[in-house]
């Protein structure tokens, strides 16, 4: 009898304890349930703000393109405008050349002027090698100037008077060197042999200058 009891006893803990536990897996489905809804929501919104943020890079990379375009049609129009500029020069440009052509002479006696009056108001050397190192600088300068105006007188001239006066260029370099050089034996053998044999060679270049553009010169 005592032993039938403990056994009803047992059965009956058994019990309890089964149907504790089928309770507690009811609650955690029930809450599980429960909670569903909110993880549905929570995907919802995470979908949206995907997809929200699809639409944005969308309209970004869209923008940015168009900025694109925009550019590179701005780019294409000034290749435009560059093909088609016209590089003839205008009415004004003819204009101010064809006044250059003509004032040439007039302006170029002027320049020749003022380098003579810079030649007269330079302060001398005290010395031989200071005075052959002035005129030294003076034939150099009237020789550049001359060889300028040698090379305008190219484009001006015709090419029947261009071959004369190449001739008579010839002739004149041999005749400035010969005058040169009979002007200093003058001091053959002193100091101032080589500074008058350069003075002689400046001053000839000077006056050969004035003497093309009188002559040739438009």
Known sequence: MRNKSKILMVMFTLILTILAGCGNSSDKLSSKTDNQPTDNNLTESTDEDSSNQDVTDLE?????????????TELNDQEDASD????????????????????????YLKKLNEMEESDRNSEAGTTTIELEEQEMERYKKWDVE???????????????????????????????DEVAKEASLKYQGGSMESLEYVATQASLTRERCYALVAKYMK
């Open 60 to 72: 970004k990379d869209t923008t940015e393109n168009s900025s694109e375009g925009d550019d590179n």
């Open 84 to 107: 088609h500029t016209s590089t003839k020069p205008d009415d004004g440009e003819l204009l101010k050349t064809s006044k250059i052509t003509e004032s040439t002479k007039e302006e």
């Open 146 to 176: 001359l060889n300028k105006i040698y090379g305008l007188l190219k484009e001006q001239l015709s090419t029947e008077r261009m071959d004369k006066l190449r001739e008579d260029q010839r002739n004149w370099i041999k005749h400035r």
